[in-house]
């Protein structure tokens, strides 16, 4: 799966369950009132899911830094040089001729 469709998935889970919080909390929905084991259960998975957040940043991090230590990219360096933004030709800029500008290549003469 794609980095952005698990980012929109991860928001709308979050957001279905910030709404149903909101209606317990309205319709006077007492956690405290159920039972001890089921309120250990759930605290114990609040604190895999916190952990589970906690080692995916930390993986996360690790990745963006190893990168940029090998030498990868970052989005700051693919952007384009601000002077071809503006239409300033850079030295060495000049058209290349031949077969990627779409003039006919010439072949020199056979010798023998």
Known sequence: MRTARIGSILLAVGALVGAAAGVGLL?????ARLPAALLN???????????AGLLAAGAMVFRYTRRDKVGGTTSAQQRADPRQELGVRQPGDEPLRGARSGEPVRKP????
């Open 41 to 51: 259960v759930a605290a114990y998975k609040l604190t895999f899911l916190a952990s």
């Open 27 to 31: 319709l006077g929905f007492e956690p």
């Open 109 to 112: 003469p056979r010798s023998g």
